[in-house]
């Protein structure tokens, strides 16, 4: 009975094992690669899928998913005999399970030396300044290359980055020099501009303040005008509607004649020609009313004026026309 047994047991584990190798799950955006005695016989997709145990064998299993591979910095030597280093990022994708299997022994490291061989071929046509600027021209002319050589291995390079550009450290130096003597440059412009234009608005300010004050000025004086127009016309109103004889006018004028006089400059004096006979007619009023009863005050009407009071040594006496 043992023997039995033990044949059973080894009949049970061969069918597991068929069962395990006849029954194969494939991931989603995954494919396998089946052979038979070693040759490609089809592309396993995913889900559940069924091969002949102990005669179809899993050659491969691919992951479709777009898949990210960093490359070491690359020497390469620009134009201009500058040697610098460049890292490079690739973004690929198979799409093709069985070419990316046969066609290439191995499509990473070859994507790799493609890579550095097409970035040597477009550095070399260019100087380091158009290197360190043209990251943007270098990606799409990578892409181009890279993207017409995998095809045939089923794999799509949908981008290419570069990390970074260095260059030589005395290239470094001399950019960094360069680079603050720009910022030192545009900061000594900002610095410039900045007082060009306080100053203007300086001026801008004292030209407003100037003709605000000047404004101002010729308001007042207009005002102050206005108000001596205004103040002879009441006086002159006041007179003509007061009726004054000459003798009021004399006895005014007789008033006034010291604040004319005040001041070295008032050497000229306007005298009406009617200043005469009011002169006689207050002449012969106050010498009614003197101490001797109808005798001279001292005043001489017939002087015509004469006798009033001077102001100055230079002062010149002039008649008026009459008054209307």
């Known amino acids: 009975m043992q023997p039995i047994i033990i044949v059973l047991i080894i009949l049970v584990v061969l069918v597991f ?3 395990v190798k006849t029954i194969q799950v494939i991931p989603q955006a995954s494919a396998a690669i089946v052979e038979r005695f070693g040759r490609y016989t089809r592309t396993l997709n995913a889900g559940l899928n069924i091969v002949v145990p102990f005669i179809d064998s899993i050659r491969n299993r691919i992951d479709l998913r777009e898949q990210v591979v960093p490359f070491p910095p690359q020497p390469v030597i620009t134009q201009d005999n ?6 490079t990022v690739i973004y690929y994708q198979v799409t093709d399970a069985r070419a990316a299997t046969y066609e290439v022994a191995s499509y990473i490291q070859a994507i790799e030396q493609l890579t550095v061989t097409t970035l040597r071929n477009i550095i070399g ?14 990606n799409a002319a990578l892409r181009g290359v890279l993207d017409e050589a995998t095809g045939k291995w089923g794999i799509r390079v949908n981008r290419v980055e570069l990390k970074a550009i260095e260059p030589p450290t005395s290239i470094q130096d001399s950019m960094e020099k360069q680079m ?11 610095q410039a501009e900045g007082v060009r234009q306080s100053e203007i608005l300086r001026a801008e300010g004292e030209k407003q303040s100037s003709i605000l004050r000047a404004e101002g000025d010729a308001k007042a004086a207009a005002l102050r005008a206005e108000g001596e127009a205004q103040a002879i016309r ?7 509607a007061g009726d004054a004889d000459q003798k009021l006018l004399a006895y005014q004028y007789l008033q006034m004649l010291p604040k004319i006089a005040e001041g070295d400059a008032n ?6 020609s009617e200043i005469g006979d009011a002169l006689k007619g207050l002449s012969g009023a106050m010498g009614n009313f003197g101490p001797m009863g109808g005798g001279s005050s001292g005043f001489n ?5 004469k006798g009033a009071p001077a102001a100055d040594k230079g ?3 002039r008649e008026q026309p009459p008054i209307d």
């Open 180 to 190: 603050r003597a720009d910022r030192d440059k545009r900061a000594a412009i900002l």
């Open 234 to 240: 009441t006086v002159f109103e006041s007179i003509h």
């Open 315 to 317: 002062t010149e006496r």
């Open 82 to 87: 500058l040697v610098v280093n460049i890292d």
């Open 17 to 19: 094992i068929a069962l």
């Open 125 to 138: 046509g260019m100087d380091l300044e158009r290197t360190l600027t043209s990251r943007e021209e270098i």
């Open 267 to 272: 050497k000229l004096w306007i005298v009406p």
């Open 301 to 305: 009407p017939a002087d015509n004026g």
